[in-house]
């Protein structure tokens, strides 16, 4: 079963809306997710393809999942690293390793131009924690903190 890993075009917008009201509803955020910000996202990252990609998993011309990555440099690592902000399979999908797939092509497409992935999990999706830390994802020493403005 071959992925193909496709940007987002415009006419995906229905399917990627979906799916992403799907995985927020799965994984409640700590602020609600509305139309307005996934149009936002779209519209950044369409005009500025140098800040991050949406990236659709097509299997035989199937939407079967997406993520949404960021690029930012940091200091500390000496390059680019790659913030895996959302991604997200169908769940008649899982288990069938789309998510290692995408993980793969992370690592081949952007080799030369990243020095790290890097992705956060809810405490309570123990599964997806597991499944990251058997991808060789780790626990950073640094605790992250947010203010919102």
């Known amino acids: ?5 496709e940007l987002y075009k415009s006419e995906d917008y229905s399917e990627l809306k979906n799916m992403i009201l799907g995985l927020y509803s799965e994984d409640p955020p700590s602020v609600p997710m509305a139309e307005e910000k996934i149009l936002e996202t779209i519209k950044e990252l369409t ?6 990609q949406i990236i ?7 939407t079967v999942g997406y993520g949404i990555i960021i690029f930012f440099w940091s200091n500390e690592y000496g390059g680019n690293i790659i913030y895996i902000d959302e991604l997200f399979v169908k769940e008649e999908w899982r288990s069938k390793k789309i998510g290692t797939s995408f993980f793969n092509y992370l ?6 131009k ?9 405490p309570r999706n123990v599964r997806a924690r597991k499944y990251y830390e058997h991808m060789g994802f780790k626990e950073t ?3 992250h903190l947010l203010k919102t403005i």
């Open 1 to 5: 079963m071959k992925v193909n890993f």
């Open 47 to 52: 005009n500025h393809q140098d800040k991050g």
């Open 56 to 62: 659709l998993f097509r299997i035989n011309n199937e």
């Open 107 to 112: 690592l081949e497409n952007f080799k030369d």
């Open 114 to 122: 990243a020095t790290a992935l890097k992705l956060e999990v809810t």
């Open 141 to 143: 020493r640094n605790i």
